[in-house]
């Protein structure tokens, strides 16, 4: 079998992580009893095998100047076919891959870019960006619509390096296929850090942090890649997009606003020069708890309008807690937490503390203050107590799924944000309209849990996880049905309620049609979509994300519209 063009670790093609990954025995334990608690437990689907697939042979030929840098390998057709929802990783399991992309390209410079582009073009193919292949909500999908002559991957995974340092200006020029751990190790001997971690920091690119608005790890002012863009570096289909380098310009609309978020449907970003900072020195910390949801959220929407700026803010209901080993069930969690490179934090964490006693919080002095004498340490020394142990269950849950959907489990998060005077109204009517949907599908009560990712002035981002009882038959199409109608529930009930239908997950094909295409003024449908046909004049870019292509038929829906 001919050999993957891929120059990284294996990858599990049908799930999270690398293959030679596992689960530790005291998580395979806890999880056992939360299959117990949904489907009552059931044998497990058995991992797919390459073998196992049958895959239509690959439409069309790259040039013969191409064909080194293209593969059709059954590994890397899987491996680019389907990103990391949920849904994809049941259809994984079902052996359900009817239309895998026909070629995945593996360009090492631009010059190899521009001459696939000039191929796409002329074989009437669509062109679907890969990064680390992380979507949640079908942006990388490559079963797309219309009447394209084959579908082409292009994986930036070759593109990875940090290219140029500005110390004064505190910025990186860095490619747009350089995975988190690859730029962050680069900037480490400077250092210097972008320090934007979203929990698939192991496995995602600056290019699609930037292409999808990305939220990392700053729960407060920080929150979204956006903060840290100086200029982007875009190959479109029309030719080469570059913004002007610059701190700041009131000079006409933003070419890089209009960039961010634009999910590959515009070209593909191979490098952009990003704002970095000095890594941090001094850190304080506290886990803070509440006896109920409405006085946490007092407490938490006081912190964020005080302008303290917490690096981590994050409120678990008690669900959550419970859910993630810091909580009884019984008590709201804060996980708060500040970092700065140049001062100690006393008088932050101090002032902090005071507002949340303000609102009846609680937490251990003793450690608070334990935290403020660790100044200097690295990261790793700070994950102790429930800020740690919360951490280090939020990097770890989505190697989970590949324990409990093969068991029948329907495990999934969506996310929103609301206003601060909303927001209450959305928590009651999310978990009405959830659990009642869960209900529905399953016939069996869920587990409905909330937290917050970021925080801002005027609402929060409430980020919500669902258990239920998927199939205990091995029924892979039934869990898939039951899972759909949960999942349309929840869309609907975040956008009816006055949120947004993704505050950090991007919007792909899976969340156009029951919250984007409701959200957006369809009069700035029209617009984006007139500056794709500048930049895409053929509609080959990402067909079906964010906009329609009339002309060659491919229109959003996903599998939440299969």
């Not at 942006?139 to 797309?144: D, I, L």
């Not at 939220?215 to 002007?244: C, K, N, W």
Request: glycine share 10%; proline share 6%; net charge negative.
């Amino acid at each position: 079998m001919p050999e993957s063009l891929a120059h990284r670790r294996e990858l599990r093609f049908w799930g999270w992580g690398y293959v030679d990954e596992e689960l530790a025995p005291a998580e395979e334990t806890r999880l056992t009893e939360l299959v117990a608690l949904t489907t009552g437990g059931s044998a497990a689907v058995t991992a797919p095998r390459l073998e196992e697939f049958s895959l239509p042979a690959p439409r069309g030929r790259p040039p013969v100047a191409l064909a080194s840098i293209c593969s059709a390998t059954p590994y890397d057709r899987l491996t680019h076919a389907y990103g990391k929802s949920f849904a994809d990783g049941v259809r994984m399991l079902q052996r359900a891959v009817p239309r895998p992309p026909d070629w995945v390209a593996f360009p090492r410079d631009e010059a190899q870019l521009e001459g696939l582009l000039a191929w796409a073009d002329s074989a009437a193919a669509a062109v679907i960006p890969f990064g680390g292949g992380t979507s949640v909500c079908g942006g990388v999908e490559t079963a797309v619509q219309g009447d394209y002559g084959l579908v082409l991957s292009i994986d930036l995974q070759y593109l990875n390096r940090v290219l140029e340092l500005d110390r004064s200006s505190r910025a990186a020029l860095i490619e747009g296929g350089a995975l988190g751990p690859e730029l962050e190790a680069a900037l480490k001997p400077h250092q210097l850090t972008l320090r934007h971690f979203p929990q698939s920091f192991q496995f995602s690119t600056l290019g699609g942090w930037i292409a999808t608005r990305a939220g990392g790890h700053y729960a407060t002012q920080y929150t979204h890649i956006d903060d840290f863009v100086e200029s982007i570096r875009m190959l479109t289909p029309s030719g080469l997009l570059e913004s002007r380098r610059l701190p700041g310009s009131g000079a006409g609309p933003s070419p890089d606003r209009m960039l961010l978020g634009s999910e590959g449907t515009l070209g593909l970003i191979t490098r952009a020069w990003m704002r970095v900072q000095d890594r941090p020195r001094f850190r304080a910390s506290a886990s803070v708890r509440f006896a109920d949801m409405t006085s946490a959220c007092s407490a938490v929407r006081a912190i964020s309008q005080a302008a303290l700026f917490p690096s981590n803010c994050r409120l678990l209901d008690p669900v959550e807690a419970l859910i993630n080993g810091v909580g009884d069930g019984t008590s709201a969690v804060l996980v708060l937490a500040f970092e700065s490179a140049d001062h100690p934090l006393d008088a932050w964490l101090t002032r902090a503390l005071e507002l949340m006693a303000d609102h009846g919080g609680e937490w251990d002095r003793e450690a608070a203050q334990r935290s403020l004498r660790s100044a200097g340490a690295e990261e790793g020394e700070h994950r102790q107590g429930e800020a740690g142990a919360w951490r280090n269950q939020f990097l770890r849950a989505p190697y989970y799924r590949n324990y409990l959907t093969p068991r029948g489990v329907i495990a999934d998060t969506f996310e929103t944000a609301i206003t601060w005077d909303r927001f209450e109204a959305l928590y009651q009517g999310v978990q009405e309209a959830v659990g009642r949907a869960i209900r529905e599908a399953t016939g069996a009560e869920g587990m409905l849990s909330c937290r917050f990712t970021h925080v801002y002035p005027d609402g929060p981002a409430p980020y919500f996880t669902f258990y239920a009882r998927g199939t205990g038959s091995g029924d892979m199409a039934a869990m898939l049905g039951r899972w759909r109608q949960i999942k349309l529930a929840a869309n609907e009930a975040v956008t009816a309620l006055g949120g947004t239908v993704t505050h950090h997950h991007a919007v792909g094909r899976d969340h156009r049609p029951q919250g984007y295409d409701r959200q957006v003024p369809p009069l700035f449908q029209a617009a984006f979509a007139g500056a794709r046909a500048v930049l895409d004049p053929r509609g080959m870019m990402n067909p079906g994300v964010l906009v329609d292509t009339p002309g060659r038929g491919a229109v959003g829906g996903g599998v939440l519209g299969a």
